[in-house]
């Protein structure tokens, strides 16, 4: 099939890729000339594990292209997905649906015949039904547009397989809508594989994906918030998650505590979903989202509290060194990233900062450029006096514990060099025997 994809984003790239890499001939269009020509000469503009190199194979076979010429979109095909993004509006809860109503606004006028737009973008409840109003009014006379929703569940640092093998398709319909067979045909591969294809009417569509989010959400704020609880009484989040985890009804997944959730996805979904209930006269019924948000910022300042803590009340000129900047591993994004986050109030309250990522430097120097930025790990623990790991790469997760040791300053109040383990990813007992004194979220 031929399509074209709008938004060359972390969402927009990553489809567009696995689209040709699935056999189809695909169009990626953005309004960016810097992002085409990147990916025009295969380079992903950000962190992605196989993305490289699904790029590069699929421009080599020429099934995938990038363009900023709408009018070559128009005429490239009649299948056309929205992965534009929906930031949160400034001043506001909200998410901002400018860049979707623009590319549907600007398409419109341009094509000739039927054609389909499956929107991807997580967007507010209501937003396609608006947008195929928006098509009507900009179609030209025997042209016809028919908006559908197909939300998309990828996760950073795991975009290509969610993309290829997804664990269910989604397909919003408006009624009377006729984009079952060819969404069908799009995803031929993934349903061989028998793959879940649920179709559904466009709200419930849209309602699926911000719901996903949220419940993500609660799930880790909830972890965190008895985490607090097990601060107090010292017991232990881990091994609390573990027991009941191991419940299939709760299941382990998603309940791991500690410096909460980040990035470009979770903390605006939550906000646009709660903006949104309440514009539609159902606010209270996600009010408790304002908990799971509130729940989440207070483990940033929890981290920052035991910092100061840790060094006798005061960070002041201290040797703070943060292992950690993307809101998660194996990714470089540092939006609302809770690393980024503690390193910056450590900072502002005094302390020296020495931050070191394994991909998310040229993105933390860009957002926080006043911390200090180490060029390995063994320069970021160098002379350190307290140590915080804050995203759990695998490098900070091997990391030895006796050879970190010799490194750091020593003996700032405890006679022993200081490890808080924001993550919940160390090796308790490794850190401990080796002399660190250890502290972490949620374990007593
Ligand atoms: C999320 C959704 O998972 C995905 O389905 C959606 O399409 C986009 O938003 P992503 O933002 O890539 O994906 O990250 P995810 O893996 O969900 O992690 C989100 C945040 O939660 C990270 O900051 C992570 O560190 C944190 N997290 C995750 C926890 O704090 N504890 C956990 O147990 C799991």
Known sequence: ???????????????AACMAELGHDVLGVDVDEAKIKSLTEGKVPF???????????????????FTTDYEEAAQFANVHFIGVGTPQKKGSYAADTTYVRAVV???????????????????????AAQLQALADENTN???????????????????????????????????GGNAEALAREVYADALQQDTPFLVVDLPTAELVKVSANAFLATKISFINAVSEVCETVGADVTALADAIGLDERIGRKFLGAGLGFGGGCLPKDIRAFMARAGELGADQAMSFLREVDA????????????????????????NVTVLGAAFKPNSDDVRDSPALNVA????????????????????????FPTLNYAESIE???????????????????????????????????????IVIDGRNCLNTEAWKSAGWEFRALGRG
């Open 295 to 318: 729940i989440n910022m207070r483990r940033r300042e929890k981290m920052v509290e035991l910092a100061r803590q840790e060094l006798g009340g005061s960070l002041l000129g201290r």
């Open 141 to 175: 006379d025997g042209a016809s547009i028919e908006v559908a929703w197909n939300p998309e569940f990828l996760r950073e640092g795991h975009a290509v397989k969610d993309t290829l093998r997804p664990d269910r398709i989604v397909l919003g319909l408006q009624e």
């Open 47 to 65: 962190f992605e594990p196989g993305l490289p190199e699904l790029l590069q194979r699929n421009l080599d076979s020429g099934r995938l292209g």
């Open 1 to 15: 099939m031929r399509m074209t994809v709008f938004g060359t984003g972390y969402l927009g790239a990553t489809h």
């Open 379 to 417: 320069e970021a623990l160098r002379g350190a006096e307290i140590v915080l790991v804050a995203t759990e790469w695998k490098e900070f997760q091997e990391l030895d514990p006796e050879w970190a040791r010799t490194l750091v300053a020593g003996e700032p109040v405890h006679g022993k060099p």
């Open 105 to 127: 606004e600007s398409l419109a006028p341009l094509i000739e015949g039927e054609h389909l737009v499956l929107g991807k973008s997580t967007v507010p409840v209501g937003t």
């Open 344 to 367: 910056g109030s450590l900072s502002l309250s005094g302390a020296a900062v020495t931050v070191f990522d394994p991909e998310a430097m040229t993105n933390a120097q860009r957002l």
